[in-house]
């Protein structure tokens, strides 16, 4: 057959829509057609203010014009290069940017996104432990409502059954640690909950079951995003910090929503002190414009692969197509350039305590069960309706999205993410909005 140039006006089929309901969405469509700031903008015109970043990537608001220059000029210039045994001065002009921005990282490779850096996070784990003479340090452990993007490593780390069930036993080898979420102990909390720490003596238990010698690395993100943002409790990543070392074990931080200022901080690892020996990265690295991610590597673990291999020989088997593909590297550099020019991330910081504030005002609305936030993250938990989860939530997604605001659902939670140009009139409309919507769902 040849290439078809013809198109079917209006036709919603041909496209499987990742993570979808495509029959009710091809029934009732949202579409959006452009974006600016704050704002999406849909086909008939109406603006729609984007409380998720888009999906928690869109860090600087949308449609920048310093990263859109930047890709222009880039594609005029030099559209890709190979990536193995060759290079481009935009990739390491990137990459040592980036470890600039973070002390005890000195490396960093590069991907195309969260999943990839998961992916990748633990290929390193595993093949770190080999090269330091520790090759039976095989398993990985992962947490409960952990969520880790979809390849088979993070989906196998991962803690979110309706990602497990359907694709068979993945990776053999893994345990998970208990979740933190608890809401007879923490409901309603401000900032990290107090009670929860002991939860992190898990990882003892685990390491007792299988013995440490069988163990690579833990993963885990700092707060867990795509499950409903779950805060992590006072001192808990600090114990496992303590508990991962003690035992050899490497500690890897999934910062794909919480690197880039999400927290107030460049990275989680530094909003709380501790420090993992991998953490990944991706979505708000390029402001969403050009997918990316990047794994930090931390200092030691790349020269010991650079001592342990022969003379000419390749150090770690791994790489995409597309690593440090020069449109995600220029959008990438002009990205940081934007987040330090606006001073986003103290921005956010500064914004946080205003954004709790509101968030925590629709504490006594509707089937409120929950409210919680960190940095420019919080959620609002609902009580599900009996039998049919994630109904009550997808009802205020919809007619939050016909009053102009974009939010992001899980469960029976809803997630707020804004952009960290957001503006405090703005954060009042979050507010004001999610309030009426929960006046009205089921
Ligand atoms: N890790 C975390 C913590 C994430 O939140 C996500 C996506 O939301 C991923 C990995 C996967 O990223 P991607 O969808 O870019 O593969």
Redesign the pocket.
Known sequence: MSISDVTIPNDLDSLWMPFTDNRSFKKQPRLFIEAEGMHYITPDGRRVLDGTSG??CVNAGHRRQPIIDAVRKQVEKLDYAPGFQIGHPLSFEFASKLTGMVKEYSHVMFTN??????DTALKMALAYQRTIGEASRTRFIGRERG????GFG?ISVGGISPNRKMFGNMLTGIDHLSHTHNLEHNAFTRGQPDWGTHLAEDLERIVALHDASTIAAVIV?PVA??TGVLIPPKGYLKRLREICTKHGILLIF?E??TGFGRLGDSFANEYFDVKPDLF?T??GITNATV?M?AVFVRDGIYDAFMNAAPENAIEFFHGYTYSGHPLACAAGIATLDVYRNDDLFARAAELAPYFESALHSLSDSNNVIDVRNLGMMGAIELESIPGKPTFRAMDAFQKAFDAGLLIRTTGDTIALSPPLIIEKKQVDFIADTVRTVLNTVH
Not at 113 to 118: H, I, K, Q, T, W
Not at 147 to 150: A, F, I, K
């Open positions: 999906l928690w996104s969260g999943s990839e850096s998961v969520y880790h993007g979809v993070g993100e995003g795509s999934d794909v929503i990944t991706a979505k997918p991610g």
